[in-house]
């Protein structure tokens, strides 16, 4: 098996460069001088300035981990998704050492921004489902409501993912128990609709992960799964096997679901590893000066069909990130944005009109903090970023390390650099001060590092 290995997404800070597409390149091209964004779930080998690896194996939350939960999320006590009543206790368990979701994490289930008809999620997905519906004759099933809870085999033995692999850890999974997660991806839905007999079929939702903090990444986000089965006759003529035609397939489609949705964009294949597909790719889209990850795919492997119920069959999946895409598309410049009920950001969108470019409404200089510490063996970045998302909530745009050295003495110290800043109005001095003060109280007590 390849080494399994997360990489920090570079901080992308500049705007869109929409540009002459770009033919596509090859699956096998080397791709040079680009950082990759994070993605637990596949390990493109893309240089990366910082390693944040922490390898866990799949074991019941580290102690320094427990008492990351805060009250900053008045939850609602319970939401229904999908016909599932969630109430706030079936998922925040603070007592259960195999529990690590948090109220902010809880008051986000149910929202469902891709299913209004109006947000630039909705918007999204709804250009995405007519290019389906125009291309492929309403051949795809459609899902949105699926509940998010799911179990640890659908989320990953169901789709391969090995018992050892990085994205099973408590580190990057929210576990409500041993055996139950919030999906962190939408291929946690392949096999039961594959086993009920589903042979195309796209199912969008929300997904959850412990993730670090920056601009286009966010702990919840949303994704869209395609997926298609071939059998034998689809690819008899084609002079092709199985998989050559399932993956020529696949990039086809994704290529003019591309041009569907940008028209003309700077883009690129990059070769990567999925447990559950081969070969696997991604692809990226030139965004802010960087290029920014939008989806993975590739042919999906044997096992999960054979299983299934679909021997002898090809298929080809795909997940991709519906924000990612949404903020190329509408210049939204921070992830967090998707979550306003600000009127100023909810009033620019509308059902039908994809690519409106978002007019910032006000622009508030972020406030910067730095903070250093030295670090112990249990210490990750994700459970840093929960303990800052938990008490400063969306007013936190980015945590930062600036600065990383061993001593003699064989001790490591980190510093962070943590961005502070409304995307709806100005802080004050005392609230900023505040807000760091309980991060530096909550970090030492929670994490157990030495504050320097
Ligand atoms: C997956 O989740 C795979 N399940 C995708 C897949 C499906 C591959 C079917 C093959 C076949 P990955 O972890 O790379 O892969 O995430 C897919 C996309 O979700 C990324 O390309 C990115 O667009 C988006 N994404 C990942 N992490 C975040 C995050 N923290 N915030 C916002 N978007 C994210
Ligand atoms: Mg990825």
């Known amino acids: 098996m390849r080494p399994l290995i997360r990489t920090a997404r570079c901080c992308l800070s500049a705007r869109v460069r929409a540009m002459a597409t770009l033919p596509m390149a090859p699956a096998a091209t080397a791709i040079s001088s680009s950082s990759s964004p994070t993605s637990p779930l596949s390990t493109s080998s893309l240089p990366h300035r910082l390693l944040l690896a922490r390898f866990l ?11 990351l939960r805060t009250s900053a999320a008045a939850a609602a006590s319970a939401v229904e998704v999908g016909g599932v009543n969630i109430a706030r206790e079936d998922v925040v368990k603070e007592d259960d050492p195999t529990n690590n979701v948090p109220d902010t994490i809880f008051s986000k289930i149910g929202l469902q921004l891709h299913r209004r008809d109006n947000h630039p999620l909705g918007i999204l997905k709804n250009t995405i489902y007519d290019y389906f519906d125009k291309n492929f004759a309403g051949e795809f099933d459609k899902f949105d409501d699926l509940c998010p809870l799911v179990s640890v085999k659908q989320n990953f033995d169901d789709v391969l993912v090995p018992d050892d692999h990085v994205s099973r850890s408590y580190n990057d999974t929210y576990y409500v128990d041993g055996q139950t997660v919030l999906r962190c991806h939408t291929s946690a839905h392949q096999a039961e609709l594959l086993r009920d007999g589903r042979t195309h079929f796209l199912v969008t939702g929300d997904v959850y992960r412990r993730d670090s903090i920056d601009s286009t990444h966010y702990p919840v986000f949303h994704q869209m799964e395609g997926f298609r089965v071939f059998s034998p006759d689809d690819w008899s003529g084609s002079g092709m096997d199985g998989t050559a035609y399932a993956a020529a397939e696949l990039k086809k489609t994704l290529e003019g679901l591309a041009r569907h949705l940008f028209g ?11 447990p559950f597909t081969n070969p ?23 096992e999960i069909l054979k299983r299934n119920g679909r021997t002898d069959h090809v298929a080809w999946a795909f997940g991709l990130g519906l924000e990612r895409l949404a903020m190329v598309l509408f210049d939204i410049p921070d992830i967090r944005l998707f979550w306003s009920n600000d ?30 510490f030295w670090i ?42 943590i961005a502070y800043r409304s995307m709806e109005r100005s802080l004050t001095d005392e609230e900023i001060n505040d807000l760091q003060w309980n991060v530096r109280e909550a970090v030492k007590s929670k994490l157990k590092v030495e504050l320097r």
């Open 343 to 372: 009127q100023r950001f909810t009033s620019q969108f509308s059902e039908g009109k994809l690519g409106v470019k978002f007019k910032p409404f006000s622009k508030f200089p972020p406030c910067y903090k730095d903070m250093s």
């Open 376 to 417: 112990n063996d249990a210490f990750t970045e994700n459970n840093l970023c929960e303990i800052v998302r938990g008490i400063a909530g969306d007013l936190v745009e980015e945590v930062k390390l600036i600065d990383n050295f061993t001593n003699k003495k064989g001790m490591t110290s980190h510093c962070y650099r």
């Open 57 to 67: 194996p799949a074991t019941p939350a580290p102690a320094g981990t427990r008492g």
């Open 280 to 302: 696997s790719f991604e692809l990226e889209i030139y965004f802010q000066d960087d290029w920014l990850e939008v989806l993975g795919c590739g042919v999906t492997e044997q």
């Open 264 to 274: 003309a964009v700077e883009m690129r294949w990059v070769d990567t590893y999925f």
